[in-house]
Nanobody, 123 residues
Framework: QVQLVESGGGLVQPGGSLRLSCAASGFTLYKYAMGWFRQAPGKEREGVSCMSSSGLTTNYLDSVKGRFTISRDNAKNTLYLQMNSLKPEVTAVYFC????????????????WGQGIQVTVSS
């Protein structure tokens, strides 16, 4: 079964950290540029970070640069997003999917989305 399953979200205090995971099954993750997206209540979905298929190039939303790090474990077929120094404004449902490295837009090369995982930053 071809699917993406996100995990690792939750409630964290401002300044805290979380690591999101996106486990892929039914296809090989590293054959695609893959990244993270988020959707906050009342807002459109936006790209947060993207990693090229080679793993050599990454891109980040300006507001998360220096605080978020995208990575991938090819052996586990899993994508990660390490989120540090968290702020309340990053509260959203986070998704992984294929992406365009330059624009952080979703890519139609792999029209597949996980169920999303809630990240809440609040004191």
């Amino acid at each position: 079964q071809v699917q993406l399953v996100e995990s690792g979200g939750g409630l964290v205090q401002p300044g805290g950290s979380l690591r999101l995971s996106c486990a892929a099954s039914g296809f090989t993750l590293y054959k695609y540029a893959m990244g993270w997206f988020r959707q906050a209540p009342g807002k459109e979905r936006e790209g947060v970070s993207c990693m090229s298929s080679s793993g050599l190039t990454t891109n980040y939303l300006d507001s998360v640069k220096g605080r978020f790090t995208i990575s991938r474990d090819n052996a586990k077929n899993t994508l990660y997003l390490q989120m540090n120094s968290l702020k309340p404004e990053v509260t959203a449902v986070y998704f992984c999917s294929a992406c365009f490295i330059g624009t952080l837009a979703p890519s139609s090369y792999l029209d597949l989305w996980g169920q999303g995982i809630q990240v809440t930053v609040s004191s």
